[in-house]
């Protein structure tokens, strides 16, 4: 879990906008903090990182999962360099787009998959005789094919 600031003043970092040793004044931080709800808001309409809500104070924990904040201190970052009129450079972007992917597949659950109990032989699936019949695959449970 981390703070709204402790993104914001991370996104700065990774933005190269300010190394953490100056202060952010009031309109940085507001103008991240803007970022960040904006974020929070997209992302919980689009259901990922659903349950983290907008805040209104600096202080205020995000309850992030720990697989998300890396990815999102640069999301924040991203913003931050098109809104400060900062160009992205490509080793940013490729950091950015590795850490969101990574992020999406961590978070997405599990899915169940059913397979047709008339898969082809070759495919895992072979025949001894008429009646035995060998499956690296679960039986159908429900006739979805």
């Known amino acids: 879990m981390t703070t709204a600031l ?9 933005a190269t906008i300010n190394s953490g040793y100056k202060p952010l004044n009031a309109t940085e931080t507001a103008d991240a903090l803007e970022i960040l ?11 990922i990182l659903t349950g983290i ?12 999962p720990r697989y998300a904040t890396r990815a999102i201190k640069l999301q924040v970052g991203g913003e931050i ?7 992205i450079t490509q080793g940013f972007a490729a950091i950015a787009a590795s850490s969101w992917n990574a992020m999406l597949t961590v978070s997405q659950p599990g899915q169940d998959v059913e ?11 072979y025949q001894d005789c008429e009646d035995d019949y060998y499956s690296f695959f679960p039986q159908n449970t429900i006739d979805n094919f």
């Open 6 to 14: 402790k993104i914001i003043k991370a996104g700065f970092r990774k």
């Open 37 to 47: 709800n904006d974020l929070i808001i997209q992302w919980n309409s689009q259901g």
């Open 115 to 125: 397979y047709p109990e008339n898969m082809p032989i070759g495919t895992g699936n």
């Open 53 to 64: 809500n907008p805040v209104t104070s600096l202080d205020t924990d995000l309850f992030e």
């Open 81 to 87: 360099c098109v809104e400060f009129g900062k160009q």
